[in-house]
C-alpha cells in the first residue's frame, strides 16, 4: 500500500521515494507486525480465557503436558493478522510473489482454524480428518501450481528447473517438465505445512525455527531477485546479485522479503508469549500457515533442494512420524518411545526447555550451513 501511494504521490513529496526500497520496506513490515503481536496478545489471550478456548492434551502423550490442558490456544489467528496487515501495508500489492505466498498461508490458516475449533469444540484432539485436511492442501498447492507452472502467470514464474546447492546455478540445473516439477511443488509445500505443524508440540518448539528458515529466506529472496546500483566512470551500472554469487535468477522475488520479515515480526511477539511455560499456543491454524508459507518461499525462490538442509528440523520430526507409523504397521514395534520426535527425548527424560532450545540451537546451525551454499559452489 506505501509503495503503490509513493509511485502516486512521489512527485510531489520526494521523501515518498523511500518506499521504493525493499531494505526500508522490510524493516517497515517487521516492526508493524512486532508491534500490533506485543500489543494485541494480552488482549487476545484474554479474550481466549473468556471463551473457555483451550487446549486438548493427548491422552497417550508424555505426562508433564496434562497440566497444560486448558492453556489458550489458536493463538495463529493473531499471527496470520500481523502479518496479513504487514504485508498489504509494506509490500508490493501488484506482485504475484506476495500473493501466491499469502494465499495458501490464509487457505491454510483458515483449515487450520477449523481443525482446531472442532477439536475445542468436541473435547478431543482429532479435529479435521487427515485426509480432509490433505484434500484442503493440495488442492490449494496444485492449484496454485498449475497456475504457475501452466503458464497463465507468465513467463517468469514458469521455471521448472531444479538446483542443487553447493553447486552453480549457471553450471549445473536438472530441467523436469512442468507437471513433474509442479507435482513436485505441491508436494513439498504441502509436506512443509503439515511438517511444521509436527513440530509445534512444546512451548516455543516451532516458531524460532520458523523465523530462522524465514530469515535465512528473506536473505536468499533478496540476492535472487534484487541488484544494486554501481557508478562506474560517473555512471550508475545494476549490479545482479544472483549473477556473481551464481544462485538461481528469480526477478521479483526480492519482495518475498517483505513478506518473510513480517513472518519474523509476528513470531517474534508471539514468542514471547509463547516461551516455556506458554501463556497461549499456537494452534493448527498458525502451524498449516506458516508451514504453507516457508514451502513457498522455498519454491518461488528455487531453493526446493536446499531446504531439505534449512528445514531439517522440521523434516526430521515428520521422518520420525512416518518411520514410527511404518514400523508399527509393519512389525508391530515403535522405533522411538513417541513420535514425532521431540516427544522421544521427553520420555528419555529430557526436561522440556532442554528440548527446546537444543532444537533451535540445530535450527540455527542448519541455516548458517544453508546459507553458506551462497559461497562455496
Same mark, same amino acid.
Given at each position: 500500500?506505501?509503495?503503490?501511494?509513493?509511485?502516486?504521490?512521489?512527485?510531489?513529496? =520526494?521523501? $515518498?521515494? +523511500?518506499?521504493? &526500497?525493499?531494505? *526500508?520496506?522490510?524493516?517497515?513490515?517487521?516492526? !508493524?507486525? @512486532?508491534?500490533?503481536?506485543?500489543?494485541?496478545?494480552?488482549?487476545?489471550?484474554?479474550?481466549?480465557?473468556?471463551?473457555?478456548?483451550?487446549?486438548?492434551?493427548?491422552?497417550?502423550?508424555?505426562?508433564?503436558?496434562?497440566?497444560?490442558?486448558?492453556?489458550?490456544?489458536?493463538?495463529?489467528?493473531?499471527?496470520?493478522?500481523?502479518?496479513?496487515?504487514?504485508?498489504?501495508?509494506?509490500?508490493?500489492?501488484?506482485?504475484?510473489?506476495?500473493?501466491?505466498?499469502?494465499?495458501?498461508?490464509?487457505?491454510?490458516?483458515?483449515?487450520?482454524?477449523?481443525?482446531?475449533?472442532?477439536?475445542?469444540?468436541?473435547?478431543?484432539?482429532?479435529?479435521?480428518?487427515?485426509?480432509?485436511?490433505?484434500?484442503?492442501?493440495?488442492?490449494?498447492? =496444485?492449484? $496454485?501450481? +498449475?497456475?504457475? &507452472?501452466?503458464? *497463465?502467470?507468465?513467463?517468469?514464474?514458469?521455471? !521448472?528447473? @531444479?538446483?542443487?546447492?553447493?553447486?552453480?546455478?549457471?553450471?549445473?540445473?536438472?530441467?523436469?517438465?512442468?507437471?513433474?516439477?509442479?507435482?513436485?511443488?505441491?508436494?513439498?509445500?504441502?509436506?512443509?505445512?503439515?511438517?511444521?505443524?509436527?513440530?509445534?508440540?512444546?512451548?516455543?518448539?516451532?516458531?524460532?525455527?520458523?523465523?530462522?528458515?524465514?530469515?535465512?529466506?528473506?536473505?536468499?529472496?533478496?540476492?535472487?531477485?534484487?541488484?544494486?546500483?554501481?557508478?562506474?566512470?560517473?555512471?550508475?551500472?545494476?549490479?545482479?546479485?544472483?549473477?556473481?554469487?551464481?544462485?538461481?535468477?528469480?526477478?521479483?522475488?526480492?519482495?518475498?522479503?517483505?513478506?518473510?520479515?513480517?513472518?519474523?515480526?509476528?513470531?517474534?511477539?508471539?514468542?514471547?508469549?509463547?516461551?516455556?511455560?506458554?501463556?497461549?499456543?499456537?494452534?493448527?491454524?498458525?502451524?498449516?500457515? @506458516?508451514?504453507?508459507?516457508?514451502?513457498?518461499?522455498?519454491?518461488?525462490?528455487?531453493?526446493?533442494?536446499?531446504?531439505?538442509?534449512?528445514?531439517?528440523?522440521?523434516?526430521?520430526?515428520?521422518?520420525?512420524?512416518?518411520?514410527?507409523?511404518?514400523?508399527?504397521?509393519?512389525?508391530?514395534?515403535?522405533?522411538?518411545?513417541?513420535?514425532?520426535?521431540?516427544?522421544?527425548?521427553?520420555?528419555?527424560?529430557?526436561?522440556?526447555?532442554?528440548?527446546?532450545?537444543?532444537?533451535?540451537?540445530?535450527?540455527?546451525?542448519?541455516?548458517?550451513?544453508?546459507?553458506?551454499?551462497?559461497?562455496?559452489?
Amino acid at each position: 500500500m506505501f509503495l503503490w501511494l509513493s509511485e502516486i504521490l512521489r512527485d510531489q513529496f =520526494g521523501p $515518498l521515494n +523511500v518506499f521504493r &526500497y525493499v531494505t *526500508f520496506r522490510t524493516i517497515g513490515a517487521m516492526g !508493524t507486525s @512486532l508491534l500490533i503481536a506485543m500489543a494485541l496478545y494480552p488482549w487476545f489471550i484474554r479474550r481466549l480465557q473468556a471463551r473457555q478456548i483451550g487446549q486438548v492434551v493427548r491422552k497417550d502423550g508424555p505426562e508433564s503436558h496434562f497440566s497444560k490442558a486448558g492453556t489458550p490456544t489458536m493463538g495463529g489467528v493473531l499471527i496470520l493478522v500481523a502479518v496479513t496487515v504487514s504485508v498489504l501495508l509494506w509490500g508490493d500489492i501488484f506482485s504475484s510473489y506476495v500473493w501466491l505466498t499469502m494465499v495458501p498461508t490464509l487457505v491454510y490458516g483458515a483449515l487450520g482454524f477449523i481443525d482446531d475449533y472442532l477439536k475445542i469444540r468436541y473435547k478431543n484432539s482429532k479435529g479435521v480428518t487427515g485426509r480432509q485436511k490433505l484434500a484442503v492442501q493440495f488442492l490449494t498447492a =496444485g492449484t $496454485l501450481c +498449475v497456475a504457475m &507452472y501452466g503458464g *497463465f502467470l507468465g513467463e517468469q514464474l514458469a521455471d !521448472t528447473h @531444479l538446483y542443487v546447492p553447493f553447486v552453480s546455478a549457471q553450471a549445473f540445473s536438472l530441467l523436469l517438465p512442468a507437471w513433474l516439477y509442479g507435482a513436485g511443488a505441491a508436494v513439498g509445500i504441502v509436506g512443509l505445512s503439515n511438517a511444521v505443524n509436527l513440530t509445534d508440540g512444546l512451548d516455543g518448539l516451532a516458531i524460532v525455527p520458523v523465523m530462522v528458515a524465514s530469515a535465512a529466506f528473506a536473505l536468499l529472496c533478496y540476492l535472487s531477485g534484487g541488484s544494486v546500483g554501481l557508478e562506474v566512470g560517473g555512471e550508475i551500472h545494476r549490479f545482479v546479485m544472483s549473477d556473481y554469487l551464481l544462485i538461481p535468477s528469480v526477478p521479483g522475488a526480492q519482495e518475498l522479503t517483505v513478506v518473510a520479515a513480517a513472518v519474523i515480526g509476528a513470531g517474534v511477539g508471539f514468542l514471547w508469549y509463547n516461551t516455556f511455560p506458554a501463556q497461549v499456543f499456537m494452534g493448527d491454524v498458525g502451524a498449516l500457515a @506458516l508451514g504453507g508459507t516457508l514451502g513457498m518461499f522455498a519454491v518461488l525462490s528455487k531453493n526446493e533442494l536446499l531446504t531439505l538442509i534449512l528445514g531439517g528440523i522440521f523434516v526430521v520430526e515428520a521422518l520420525s512420524v512416518i518411520t514410527q507409523t511404518t514400523s508399527y504397521k509393519l512389525t508391530g514395534k515403535r522405533v522411538f518411545r513417541m513420535a514425532p520426535i521431540h516427544h522421544h527425548f521427553e520420555k528419555k527424560g529430557w526436561p522440556e526447555p532442554r528440548v527446546t532450545v537444543r532444537f533451535w540451537i540445530i535450527s540455527l546451525i542448519l541455516a548458517l550451513v544453508s546459507l553458506a551454499s551462497l559461497k562455496l559452489r
